[in-house]
């Protein structure tokens, strides 16, 4: 799709060189989440991931897997959630397509890690044959790698879980979209120093004498004088520095350098451009002409415009898209700024992800099921239709589909598929 030599998107610039291809920023968001965290190597940024993250969300599987797979191992872990009185945050999966289940999958476990412990080890004590998985993944669950991997994971991942439920909304401008990404970006940047990786690490060793967790001491290779006869290799004094240099900044780094990469995007001129547009900056002229091009307005005439909408009263205070659209509508403003209305119009057609898009397909198979494999297309889309537009599904009045019901042609036999056919015919026409 994104081939800007023979793939779809030359081939459609070929039909219209105006044309922008815009990737799927919360797909982007996945996609840099999933580069720094994998095992393997970030060649894009030249920085070797650090495998202890990879091992603990790994971990965080397992603890699911192990206690969940089982109703017994269940039934111990609900029976020591009552008897300790607190509230149990019901275990999730890892999964590649729900990009929310890593946030909830790593708070389920901090906040009943306590617990969990409990349960492994009332297995470990009560299963007749040894049960080595248990006792593997206790020792796991209480080692100072896996406790500060969830303190440090914890938050990030709850700062990328509101920002890609953000990106799927439906009525998202392009405009928001970047400025959300770049909000998200400075929240990373502003962690990266060394009082947040303190309190990271101050809320690690809370939780480690809490539970009695000793820290081990740091192993240093030893390097051979003849590999290096300069001796310029460092040498890490504490364990609390080993995990701020290769853990915490490697993988705030590689994730600040994903985000910057895959948002990179040729329509960045255009998104700064109408920004300054719509907070009414007269003097970007260089960026006007960028809109010029685009959208075939008059740059001489949006600057005017934008002159005469700086005075008019609340013009000045409005700063989304979709307001300023509300504002032209109000007295036919819009015949009074039409280069202004144009590039709003068409900047708000640009779409910013495929979420809304995808979930049809996630629909399909529940409308289309074996029982259902006879049906014809056109009773499937007015299905589909039906369940994918469920809150104005709810607005129908039906004594106005009974009688668009009544009005359809008479000679065909009524059945459901008709009735269907009427309440999809109300939503579209009152949409």
């Not at 990373?188 to 009082?195: C, G, H, Y």
């Not at 701020?244 to 895959?262: A, E, F």
């Not at 329509?267 to 451009?273: E, F, G, Q, T, Y």
């Not at 970007?284 to 008019?312: C, D, M, P």
């Amino acid at each position: 799709m994104s081939g800007s030599i023979s793939g779809v998107q030359a081939r459609c610039k070929q039909e219209n060189n105006n044309i922008f291809y815009i990737h799927c920023y919360a797909h982007c968001l996945n996609l840099a989440l999933i580069d720094s965290i994998c095992e393997k190597s970030n060649t894009k940024s030249g920085l070797k991931n650090s495998s202890l993250i990879f091992d603990f969300l790994g971990t965080v599987q397992f603890v699911y897997t192990f206690l969940e797979n089982s109703a017994i191992r269940h039934a111990v872990l609900e029976n020591i959630a009552k008897e300790s009185g607190q509230r149990f945050l019901t275990l999730k999966s890892l999964s590649t397509t729900r990009w929310a289940c890593r946030a909830e999958a790593v708070s389920s476990i901090k906040k009943n890690y306590k617990i969990i412990l409990s349960a492994l080890h009332n297995i470990c004590d009560d299963c007749t044959i040894p049960e080595i998985r248990a006792k593997g993944l206790f020792k796991q669950l209480q080692t100072i790698e896996f406790i500060f991997s969830l303190c440090m994971m914890e938050p990030i991942l709850q700062m990328i879980l509101i920002a890609s439920k953000s990106l799927q909304s439906s009525n998202l401008d392009l405009l928001t979209a970047v400025q959300l990404i770049n909000s998200l970006k400075k929240s990373l940047i502003s962690m990266r120093n060394s009082e947040q990786y303190d309190e990271t690490f101050n809320k690690c060793l809370k939780i480690c004498k809490g539970d009695d967790i000793e820290i081990p001491e740091v192993r240093n290779r030893k390097v051979s004088t003849k590999v290096d006869s300069i001796k310029n290799q460092h040498m890490f004094v504490s364990k609390s520095e080993e995990l701020k240099v290769t853990v915490y900044y490697k993988t705030l780094d590689i994730l600040i350098n994903g985000l910057h990469s895959r948002f990179t995007q040729e329509s960045l001129d255009m998104i700064n451009a109408v920004g300054n547009m719509i907070s009414l900056e007269i003097h970007q002229t260089n960026l006007y002409e960028v809109l010029q091009t685009i959208f075939l307005i008059s740059h001489e005439g949006l600057v005017a415009e934008l002159r005469i909408l700086k005075s008019v009263p609340n013009g000045s205070s409005t700063k989304a898209v979709y307001n300023w659209l509300d504002f032209l509508k109000e007295n036919q403003r819009q015949n009074v700024f039409p280069n202004f209305k144009k590039v709003l119009i068409h900047f708000a057609t640009i779409p910013v992800t495929s979420c809304s898009c995808e979930r049809v397909f996630s629909k399909l198979p529940i409308v289309k099921s074996k029982l259902r494999s006879t049906m014809l297309q056109e009773r499937l889309e007015s299905f589909l239709l039906l369940l994918v537009e469920q809150e104005k599904l709810m607005n129908v009045q039906i004594e106005e589909v009974i009688d668009e019901f009544k009005s359809m042609n008479n000679e065909r036999e009524c059945s459901g598929s008709h009735m269907c056919e009427a309440v999809t015919w109300y939503i579209v026409k009152y949409k």
